[in-house]
């Protein structure tokens, strides 16, 4: 494709990319868009309207929206069957759009703009203090604090139900081998496939059900966890 298109072709004629991402957030989309950028490819997931992943050549998350956002042009394409386990970005979407505008006047004006800087906003999504403490761990793409009946604990976003369902099936499941086996309850979980990772703690009033990264490795990411938990007591 010619470097120099001006503006973005796809399924809605005459939109940005921006305008298409702020329309399928009011749209409540769930599903995926794929843009391609000369020989550069991005693609940014859905649920529910909030962007929660994207990737684009080795970035991912927000750093790779504010490189799609910077291209002047390219094509657009639709795929409402396509969507992700993994979870990371945790600002709303209106806060990612008006931190990429803000990261390009800063480049058009010449000031140098620090990739590992997150929006100045706050996250999109409330949740337990500890849930977030967790997420600043690297390969932790979501964490929710749950009750014994696995009803999320000061989160309501679709991510937190999905996991917390997860974490409570893991949780009963985990007992019912306990019991078979003669262990009593099972105090921690570790489920490893090739699409994700999951750990579930349980304590005496809260499981705890976190989401990892399936290339990484888990006893290190559960030492982090652990060093998380002294912090906070």
Known sequence: MSQNVSGFKGAV???????VIQLKGHNKYTGAISVEYGESQGVIYFVDGEIIHAEQGAESGEQAIYEIIKWPGGTFNM?????????????????????????????????????????????????????????????????VLLDKQGTPVQDTSIEAIALASKGIFLAKTGNQLGDLMGLGEIKAVAVHTMNYNLLMYDSKQHYLSIAVKPDCNLDSVENEIKAAFAQGK
């Open 79 to 143: 795929h409402p069957e396509m969507t992700s386990n993994v979870c990371t970005i945790h600002y709303r979407t209106d806060f990612l759009l008006l931190e990429a505008l803000r990261r390009m006047d800063e480049e058009n004006a010449g000031a140098s703009v620090n990739k590992s800087d997150g929006p100045a906003v706050a996250p999109r999504r409330t949740m337990s203090k500890i849930a977030a403490r967790l997420q600043e761990i690297n390969n932790i793409t979501y964490a």
């Open 13 to 19: 004629v005459g939109l940005s990319l921006t305008d």
